[in-house]
């Protein structure tokens, strides 16, 4: 059976999966949970054999931080999807109410989308988290990961499966693809009427894959080129503390800072400030021709220095006249995910909050809390950056639909 017609079944799958009562999507996610910390040797050791590998090919080290696991990161894991058994279902809830002057009443009620598709990289940590979200709200799934994590994936799948064939559910509700080749990938863009929703989570070229090719519905998680901007009036140790937690705490990631914008009034003392913090954790900084005045021997940026998601240690500089050139700066570079702004100034900030269009919009805090674990959501089923449907990062509610449930008592038109 190719991996078309399992996709098939999760399909079918889906029906069944979609009526169940939230009490039993509740029962499946806690065994869920209590199986992977009880299978910790299974998964680390599936996981080393993807280090192995992964040292192997050369992976950089900010995606083996991505690929690696641990004991904690596994209990993480674990206590995440307890996290969402915690969260009301979003399936039943009645939208809106009314009666129609034909005397018919209508109901617009939440339902589960029905099969939602991922398209990941090596995140083992996103099979886990997707896993829940998807079951809690009633979605079948199918899992398409990277070739770096596919041992760590199969063996997190496979403790899914268990717990469905141990509580007499269908196991198709959950699915993974095997074959990591680019040639499954491009099919699986394609299974129109089995797949519902697709979502890519990755980087940039991922994504732009995805939404060019995909025949199936596509909701884009767009890459992270992130953006501080230090406002004359900014508290300075502030500052540094937010500009050090946004680029290093996890410089992999798509919530991580990738350009620093500083108001000239302060950029000649505030930079070498930031240098001196940055230098304690090895970050390349590449600057503006007046960034490199000040700072000397770091590296000039370019162009597209500005339009990069570097997901790592290099951070791009650049100085501004103000707020509305910084604003100008992003609207241009940005991939309208996270941007912050540094300030005491509340005009500045509430204009900075109003003209920049991202996902998600910041005065006086890290973009590192663009996560769905941050914004109270239990995990995330990805991060939008588009406008229709979902925005930021998406939870339960982003993985609904809604339909119209109309009863009458022998109306006709």
């Known amino acids: 059976m190719n991996f078309t017609d399992n996709c098939r079944l999760v399909k079918e799958a889906s029906y069944s999966l979609g009526i169940l009562t939230n009490e039993q999507r509740d029962e499946i996610l806690l065994r869920f949970a209590d199986k992977l910390k009880a299978n910790v040797d299974y998964i680390l050791e599936n996981n080393n054999k993807d280090l192995e590998h992964a040292k192997e090919i050369g992976l950089k080290t900010s995606m083996m931080d ?16 307890v996290d969402v058994v915690k969260l ?26 029905g099969v939602v ?21 009633g979605n079948a799934i199918v899992l398409k990961g990277g070739k770096e994590a596919i041992n760590s994936n199969m ?8 717990v469905l064939r141990e509580l007499g559910h269908d196991e198709n509700y959950v699915y993974l693809i095997e074959d990591t080749t680019r040639e499954s990938t491009n099919a699986m863009m394609k299974l129109n009427g089995i797949i519902d929703v697709l ?18 519905p596509v909701i884009e998680t767009g890459a992270g080129n992130c953006h501080v901007f230090v406002d004359e009036s900014a508290d300075f140790d502030m500052a540094l503390n937010i500009i050090d937690n946004a680029k290093t705490s996890r410089p992999s990631v798509c919530n991580a800072a990738e350009t620093l914008l500083v108001h000239r009034n302060i950029y000649k003392e505030f930079l070498p400030l930031v240098k001196e913090r ?5 970050v390349e900084l590449r600057g503006c021709e007046d960034t490199c005045k000040v700072l000397t021997g770091i590296t000039e940026a370019t162009e597209e220095d500005f339009f990069t998601e570097y997901n790592d240690l290099i951070l791009a500089v650049k100085v501004v006249e103000d707020v509305n050139e910084a604003v100008k700066h992003i609207r241009k570079h940005s991939t309208n995910h996270s941007e912050a702004i540094i300030t005491k100034d509340t005009a500045n900030a509430e204009y900075f909050l109003n003209a920049i269009d991202s996902a998600a919009v910041y005065v006086n805090a890290s973009t590192r809390f663009t996560d769905g674990g941050e914004f109270m959501l239990g995990a995330e089923i990805g991060i939008s950056t ?21 009863t009458g008592n022998g109306e006709i038109r």
Do not use: F, W
């Open 66 to 81: 991505r690929l690696a696991l641990s004991e904690e990161r596994i209990i993480s894991m674990a206590d995440a999807i």
């Open 88 to 113: 009301p279902s979003p399936v039943g809830i009645v939208l809106d109410e009314y009666d129609a002057k034909s005397g018919i009443h209508i109901k617009k009620v939440s339902v589960p989308i």
């Open 117 to 137: 598709g991922i398209i990941y990289e090596a995140r083992p940590n996103v099979t886990s988290d997707c896993i829940s979200l998807c079951i809690k709200s």
């Open 155 to 162: 063996a997190i799948v496979s403790l899914a499966k268990e």
């Open 199 to 216: 979502i890519p989570r990755g980087g940039k070229g991922l994504i732009d894959s995805v939404v060019k090719n995909a025949t199936v």
């Open 278 to 282: 940055l230098d304690k954790k090895n």
């Open 386 to 406: 588009q406008k229709l449907h979902a925005r930021g990062p998406m939870g339960l509610r982003e993985l609904t639909s809604y339909k119209y449930v109309v």
